[in-house]
Each structure stands twice: as C-alpha cells, then as structure tokens.
C-alpha cells in the first residue's frame, strides 16, 4: 500500500522543503519531492503544516497517569500511548532506584508490552536510571536503593535483560569505570547521570566510554572549590569536552528559557538532546493529584503551572513535560530554528542510541515515522512506521 503526504514543509535535519511531498510504502519512506506527487492508495492533505520526524523521548518514567515502573504490562503500554498523541514515535522507558524485585518485574512486563503493544510507538529499549548514584546529587531517587557497583551485582541485572540499551551511572564511585567497560562490551550506553564528580573523574569516564550526560543541570555538580582552588563539575565538564552528548527537560521550568539559550549557545546544536523526564503526570490537567514514583512506594505531588511540584509547593517533584512541548519551548521560548528544535528530539537522539540509520530523519529508506503539526506545535496526526496511530 502506497501513502503519500503532501501540501506540506518537510523538516530535514539540514533545511525546510516547502510545498513538498513525501511517499511512504511498506512502512519506509520511498520518496520526497516537490511539485506534482506521485499517485497512491492514500493521500494526506497537510494542509500547510509541518511534516516532521517522529520525536524520540530517550529519557521519560511515564504518563498519563501511569508510571513504568507500576509493575505491569497494562501501564508500561498506556504510559506509551499517552506520549503517542504528543508526536513520541520512539521511546525508552526509564527506570529508577528500586529492589532488584522490582527492576526484574519491569523487565518482565517490558516484554510483555514489546509483544502486546499495537498502535503506539516503537519501544527502543530501557534506560536504567540508577542504581548507582551520588548520595550528594541522588535528586528524587530514593536514597535506601542508591548503591556502589559491585560486578556481581551489575551483571545480574544486566543478564536479566536484553533490552537495556542505556545507563545512567555516576562515575565517581568505585568499580564505575569497570561498568562502563562492561557496558561497552555489551553495546549499551553509558551515561553520566546523578553525580558529584569533578573533571579530573569526567574525563577519565569519557575516556572509558561514559560519551552522554543525563539531563544536564539536573542532579550533577558544579565548579566548586576544593582546598581553595576551583574545581570543574559535570556541568562545565560537559562543556569542555568536544563531542561529548548531553540531554535536556525542556519544559521551561526546570531549566528556564536564559539557561535553554545558553546550552545552546554553547554546545553544538548536534550534541543536544531534548528529553520530557516525564512522570505519570505528563499529559494529565492542571490540579491533578499524582504519585513520583512507582504506585507501591510513590511520592504525592501534584501538578501546578506545568510542572509536578510537593503538595507544599516548596520543590519540583517531577516533569509533567510531553516531546511536543520540548519543541514548543525551544522554537517560541528559547528561539531556537524550529529545525534545530525538531532535529535535538529526532536525529540527535537517533544518534546518540545509533539507531540514525533507520529513525530520526525523514530520506528514503527510513522508517516512515512522522508527525504532522502547525506553528504552534499542534499535533494533527502521528504515523508509526507509515501507520497512521493518531489524528
């Protein structure tokens, strides 16, 4: 069956095709072009819009009120589909600190859900957040869970799946540089996330493989003094090494509109990565009162001018973000290109999991993930390997 789109702006990582058209076939892109388009079974009127890539969240906990970590099939699949109806074509679950019950349970319903799961996005595989963090930068982790990598402990759960395709580790802890040996040997991407390291540290982990920085600002050290000269942390450690990925929440709250412009002003537009870092919150109304966490061992909160904050109000408690928010804040608050917007949550983070030949971009031969939107990040349609899932 052959689908075309037109009427419509292609975005490509690299430039804006207007008036052009975009044919899909078998679940793959087959042609793009301008002018007249050729004849299919189906036509897509975009009517002006914009044609995009499907968005990648390599980093998110959950969503419309259900969380990865619930312990079934059920939430690890309507968590996905709640992200769908934003333009998240692709996705990788996130973990937490938790008993290893806990984390093999979520394997198990992992599975499940890859084989269960029809009309919503790809599932690309697990990103374990944690267990081994900074007690210093543990963040919303729960500190009882938080722990040293010891290689008996890291390789029964790695063995217990072969879907993790990325970890967040702080490198400062003994044995983390051994991880990231074993992480690389096993083609899974090391992270630097929740730590208090200096640059000395930083760049010994970047040369043992740690190549990505998880949610830059969020949960990780900053120039500090030590015996009174200054010392570099993760943040400006990210900095000053050439290529090394960083991911960002681009919701506007957790990092403001002025720092969004100076990551970006900063860090090469190729080595930025958008993520929402969502919690089960994301998607659901102003008011509604949720759980951080897991529904055994959630934290309550609720969520109040776009954020999930402690019924208090006195802390953030979580994002609440959706992928088409973190375009919407990069193009009209942080006035970022809308195709460099588009290409931090499409080819970047392709890249950064080395999936760039088949996701991300819209060329012949990619999977035809796309989603259709207007100036304002409206979402009008969502296409899954040439499916259209949502309209």
């Not at 198990?108 to 007690?135: N, T, V, W």
């Amino acid at each position: 069956m052959k689908t075309v789109i037109t009427n419509g702006t292609v975005i490509t990582p690299h430039r804006m095709l207007e008036g052009a058209y975009l044919v899909i076939e078998d679940g793959k892109i087959r042609e793009i072009g301008r002018g007249q388009a050729p004849d299919a079974d189906t036509c897509i009127d975009a009517k002006g819009q914009y044609i995009s890539p499907g968005f990648i969240d390599i980093h998110t906990h959950g969503g419309g009120g259900y969380d990865f970590m619930d312990g079934t099939t059920e939430a690890i699949i309507n968590a996905c589909k709640a992200h769908l109806a934003h333009g998240t074509t692709s996705i990788c679950p996130t973990t937490l600190t938790c008993t290893n019950e806990e984390l093999f349970t979520f394997f198990q319903c992992y599975r499940e859900a890859k084989e269960e799961m029809e009309d919503g996005p790809e599932l690309l595989g697990i990103h374990m957040e944690g267990p081994y963090f900074s007690m210093e930068q543990k963040g919303a982790q729960d500190p009882q869970y938080i722990k040293v990598p010891a290689q008996d402990d890291y390789k029964a759960m790695l063995d217990a799946s072969d879907d993790i395709v990325r970890m967040s580790v702080a490198p400062e802890l003994p044995g983390a540089m051994e991880l990231a040996d074993e992480l690389k040997a096993r083609g899974i991407l090391a992270a630097i996330g929740h730590s208090d390291a200096t640059y000395e540290t930083v760049a010994e982990a970047w040369e043992r493989g740690y190549t990505h920085v998880t949610h830059l600002y969020s949960g990780m050290s900053t120039i500090r003094r030590i015996n009174a000269f200054r010392h570099l942390g993760v943040i400006e450690s990210a900095y000053l090494i050439d290529g090394m990925t960083v991911e960002i929440i681009a919701d506007g709250k957790h990092l403001p509109p002025e720092l969004l412009q100076l990551i970006v002003k900063l860090k090469p537009m190729e080595d930025i990565c958008l993520i929402t870092d969502s919690m089960r919150g994301a998607g659901m109304p102003e008011g509604s009162h949720v759980l951080l966490g897991s529904l055994a061992h959630g934290q309550e909160c609720i969520i109040d001018n776009g954020v999930a904050v402690l019924p208090d109000r006195s802390a953030f408690a979580g994002s609440v973000c959706t992928t088409d928010r973190c375009v919407r804040t990069m193009y009209k608050l942080a006035k970022v290109k809308l195709e460099d917007a588009v290409r931090m949550i499409t080819y970047n983070p392709a890249k950064v999991l080395g999936i760039e030949k088949r996701k991300g971009s819209l060329a012949p031969g990619m999977d035809a993930d796309i989603v259709i939107f207007d100036d304002d990040i409206q979402i009008s349609a969502v296409m899954v390997r040439g499916q259209v899932v949502h309209q």
